[in-house]
């Protein structure tokens, strides 16, 4: 239960509390490094554990932050992907933060759609920037993994602000989702993100990426949770075609098919909005 003073705190407040807090992870995460560590190494392929990492936003952050504290004293360059993370800390590292970790509330449906965004996000960006030779659509997959990582924080630390703000959107008092978090929270979630990306000390290039810096990799990865959104609030949402146009600007290679692959949508609908689209630039 939030105080009445912290209903009322603004970006730099909630930056201050939750960059300090043990961060969790989701309980399936741990339940699966466990079972992989228990059934030996022939179980835990890099492949394996970066899926399970990609897979939950926390322990991506976690990972992340991690690999970071031990590079700066053995690296010079950046972690800036799960993999990357992963090659540095090692399964040992990734049990003892899946040990080591808080578990999130999983029943709580508001952080899991959140996660599930997210997630969907991480893997349309990856595929979506491979379209165009991406030096490494993975930096690009993770930035669109935590770019919501402060609606998620405040899903597990302060569930009362982000239900605040679904109340703003279903009452119809709201005509943007940016309109509801700005009157149901006093700040947009994306601001949040980015301050505690900042304080956390992320690598600068992920954090430029989702602050969405003009350039073709963060418009990618800016989409990309775009329209993994769309999909998580109407399967066959009508803003599809248009995201899907928007994207091939800045992959204009690739055909309209090709990006619509790894929507997860019905075929029957991926049909409907290919047709859509083609008849919309046409």
């Known amino acids: 239960m939030l105080t009445t003073h912290q209903k009322n705190w603004k970006v730099d407040q909630w930056v201050a509390y ?16 466990l079972a992989i560590a228990e059934g030996g190494d022939a179980l835990s392929s890099p492949k ?18 991690y690999a970071e504290a031990r590079r700066s004293r053995r690296l010079g360059s950046d972690t800036t992907t799960s993999m990357a993370s992963l090659m540095q800390i090692g399964l040992d590292g990734l049990l003892d933060i899946a040990r080591d970790s808080p ?8 952080l899991v759609d959140c996660e599930f965004a997210s997630a ?5 960006a990856r595929a979506w920037s491979a379209h165009r030779a991406d030096v490494s659509p993975d930096e690009i997959a993770l930035a669109a993994l935590l770019a ?7 899903w597990h630390f302060a569930t009362e602000i982000p239900e605040r703000v679904q109340d703003e959107a279903r009452s119809g008092r709201a005509l943007s989702q940016l309109q509801a978090q700005l ?18 000390g992320l690598p600068p290039l992920i954090t430029q990426l989702i602050r969405g810096v003009d350039s073709v990799r963060a ?11 769309h999909i998580q ?9 248009s995201d899907i146009i928007s994207v091939r600007d800045f992959v204009p290679a690739s055909s309209y098919r090709s990006l619509l692959a790894p929507l997860p949508i019905s075929d029957e609908f991926r049909e409907a909005v290919l047709k859509a689209v083609t008849t919309e630039v046409e």
């Open 103 to 110: 578990l999130c509330d999983d029943a709580l449906v508001g």
């Open 148 to 154: 919501d990582i402060g609606e998620m924080m405040l």
């Open 233 to 241: 609030t109407n399967p066959e949402n009508p803003a599809l075609p």
């Open 183 to 200: 009157q149901g929270a006093g700040f947009s979630f994306k601001a949040l993100s980015l301050a505690l990306a900042e304080a956390w």
């Open 18 to 33: 939750l960059k300090v807090r043990d961060i969790p992870i989701m309980p399936r995460s741990r339940f699966l490094i």
């Open 48 to 65: 394996e554990l970066s899926r399970i990492v990609t897979g939950d936003p926390f322990l991506a952050l976690r990972s992340l932050r």
């Open 219 to 229: 418009n990618i990865a800016r989409l990309a949770s775009a329209t993994a959104k």
């Open 120 to 124: 969907s996000a991480s893997y349309i």
